[in-house]
């Protein structure tokens, strides 16, 4: 058996994560699709109930994903979808306004864990990151794997 670091005893099993994506575009539908398949549940909301569509039907009758409509931007509708009871929350809708109100509310009043964010100006980042919110900047990204090609 192996010993946490809080010293629970673990029998290698781990639990799935419960997940939330927040934007059902194609970039929250990969995610979505990749976290549901290597076993975890993921619950997408999204405005538009047409965005669910891409989804592959196997996923959703086997209930490793859950789609709820409604609006990121307010705790009624995160609290409706069951976004309260998540792991980790990654809103990757195609406006950052909404991935980082999103990403306030399930961090700092639904204290989910695990927040991510997409956010596509590198000047936001630090702010963000100092609230407890990790930022995807997908430039930033795209730089660090230039300059590590060039090591």
Do not use: W
């Not at 029998?11 to 799935?16: A, E, I, N, P, Y």
């Not at 809708?93 to 991935?99: E, F, I, M």
């Amino acid at each position: 058996m192996i010993r946490n670091s809080d010293g629970n005893s673990n029998s290698g099993v781990q639990r799935l994560k419960r997940i939330a994506v927040i934007g059902c575009g194609s970039l929250g539908t990969q995610i979505t699709i990749e976290l549901s398949s290597s076993g975890n549940i993921v619950i997408v909301l999204d405005k538009d109930p047409e965005a669910f569509s891409a989804l592959p039907s196997h996923l959703l009758e086997s209930s490793r994903v859950v789609t709820a409509i409604g609006d990121g931007t307010q705790e009624i509708s995160l609290r409706q979808a069951g976004v309260q009871d998540v792991d980790f929350l990654i809103a990757v809708t195609a406006k950052a306004s909404v991935n980082l109100m999103s990403g306030q509310l399930a961090r700092h009043v639904m204290r989910i864990p695990v927040v991510m964010c997409l956010v596509n100006d590198s000047n936001l980042s630090p702010m963000y990151e100092n609230l407890g919110i990790k930022v995807i900047n997908p430039d930033g990204l795209l730089m660090e794997t230039i300059k590590g090609g060039l090591d």
